[in-house]
């Protein structure tokens, strides 16, 4: 998976010089389609296209556009993508390799793309976007408006002529593409989960700064109330994200295996458990006891201790609010 990166546009020609050569030769362009995977299946579930205008209507289209001198095939797709849709999720990954060469020419031929303003020749690359990805289109780029599609129910009669070729050429089962957009939206969450117990935190010690104050009652009663009702929110999305989390982490040790790549996120079976046990006991009587402290913390998942603290912050801030209300 290539990274998305902010590059800058250098090298456009000028409109005269650029309808000069499309005159005469055709041009090299690079073309992406948005797309989301049904990680049970492995199917491409829903493509993303742009409302743009075409022959003076409005049509649904793939993103685009022409390569520039001496630049990558892949720089240009995400320079594209960049400037048509902005921001997406870092988890947004653009494939590696092409999965198909779109061909369009200035008539119409059964099969091909059409573009009245040049013979193009594309080369086509999926984005792979996590399955809650909200994107907006970049008020600068040609986008007026972007939208999820199923695969199978497209915009027929307000397609870009092109843009259907290009939808059916997507692989029917890849099982290396469904791994890097589960792996992508296992990144996602991650991050998610790690910024409730960071935000939860920065809040309560806000709010349990004035409940253990001077300040008068009702300003305690209600700081150590809204800290209580925080840490038991914050406690609640924390334990979804990492349920969650947890599950992609199953999912991709399963994949893995199917893929026989090295086994990184490895499943919390019994053996291993097991397993981690008789290391541990091992390392109380063959390691310095710090080592032997440090692997014991180690042993533990961190989620669970967040989780546990955030419980203990709602426990004090309501034994805050108890002391406020006592005379």
Not at 252 to 267: A, G
Request: with cysteine; net charge neutral; hydrophobic share 45%.
């Amino acid at each position: 998976m290539v990274s998305i990166a902010r590059r800058s546009q250098k090298g456009l020609l000028s409109e005269k010089d650029y309808r000069s050569i499309t005159a005469q030769t055709p041009v090299a362009c690079v073309d992406i389609l948005p797309i989301m995977i049904d990680h049970d299946t492995g199917l491409v579930a829903q493509v993303g296209l742009i409302k743009r205008v075409f022959q003076d209507r409005e049509v649904w289209c793939h993103l685009g556009g022409r390569v520039l001198l001496d630049e990558h095939l892949d720089h240009a797709a995400l320079r594209h993508v960049n400037a048509t849709i902005g921001d997406l999720p870092e988890s947004a990954q653009l494939s590696r390799e092409p999965f198909f060469t779109n061909q369009f020419f200035r008539r119409r031929e059964q099969g091909f793309g059409f573009d009245p303003s040049k013979h193009a020749i594309a080369t086509c690359y999926t984005l792979t976007m996590p399955s809650r990805a909200v994107v907006t289109v970049s008020e600068e780029g040609e986008a007026l408006a972007f939208q999820w599609f199923p695969r199978e129910c497209l915009p027929a009669g307000d397609l870009w002529p092109g843009t259907a070729e290009m939808v059916a050429a997507l692989p029917e089962y890849n099982l290396a593409l469904v791994y890097e957009s589960l792996h992508a939206d296992y990144v996602s969450h991650n991050e998610l989960m790690w910024q409730t117990p960071a935000l939860a935190m920065t809040a309560m010690a806000f709010l349990l700064t004035i409940a253990l104050s001077d300040a008068p009652t009702i300003a305690r009663v209600l700081a150590g109330g809204l800290s209580a009702f925080t840490a038991v929110a914050g406690a609640q999305l924390f334990a979804k994200h990492s349920a969650n989390q947890l599950a992609k982490a199953d999912q991709l040790w399963h994949y893995e295996k199917r893929l026989q790549m090295p086994q990184l996120h490895k499943k919390s079976e019994p053996e291993f458990r097991a397993a981690e046990r008789l290391t541990e006991r091992l390392g109380r009587w063959f390691r310095h006891p710090i080592d032997s402290l440090e692997k014991r913390l180690a042993r533990y998942r961190s989620r669970g201790l967040w989780f546990v603290a955030l419980i203990l912050f709602a426990a004090v801030s309501v034994a805050a609010v108890v002391v406020a209300l006592l005379p």
